[in-house]
């Protein structure tokens, strides 16, 4: 298959100084499809259209960039959006996980003063006022922080 491929490219006899695409128009030339001063007009663009294929190819290469170019800031604000919903979401996930740490820290305090009152009762002696006080405290605290949880 090789072999065949480079004999085709062969048949083209193209020089190796000559561009492919000088040899297509002067075959067109040659076929009267194109006039001197068409192939010369495609010539005087070359340095504006960048690669010298005619005024429509660079416009539709320009209006395809063109395209790609708003599709990608299209994506790119898309991005940035979800970043900032993403951001704003990790924000509130942290606040919670602040909370449900103050929440452990006084279902401890809770679970100390239940321990203490067992206590006291195994032992039959009555609490004195401070450890009630304590016991309430800590119960008010979880509930207080268990709202702050619930409002997020």
């Known amino acids: ?20 695409e000088k040899q297509i128009k002067k075959e ?3 076929m009267g499809i ?8 495609m010539g005087s663009g070359e340095g504006a259209q960048g690669g010298g294929d005619g005024g429509s190819g660079g416009d539709e290469v320009l209006a395809e960039l063109e395209r790609c170019q708003a599709e990608l800031k299209a994506v790119a604000a898309h991005n940035v959006s979800q970043l900032r919903t993403l951001a704003n979401l990790a924000r509130v996930e942290m606040t919670r996980q ?17 321990s203490r009152i067992s206590a006291a ?17 800590s119960i008010k605290d979880r ?3 268990l709202k702050q949880l619930e409002s997020i």
Request: charged share 40%; net charge negative; with cysteine.
């Open 1 to 20: 298959p090789c072999g065949s491929r480079n004999s085709f490219i062969q048949s083209l006899k193209v020089a190796p100084d000559d561009s492919l």
């Open 28 to 30: 067109l030339e040659e």
């Open 34 to 41: 194109l006039t001197a001063d068409e192939i010369a007009a």
């Open 98 to 114: 602040e909370i449900r740490s103050k929440l452990e820290e006084a279902d401890t305090e809770v679970k100390e003063a239940y």
């Open 121 to 137: 009762r195994v032992k039959k002696r009555a609490l004195t006022k401070k450890e009630k006080d304590s016991a309430w405290k």
């Open 143 to 145: 509930e207080v922080i």
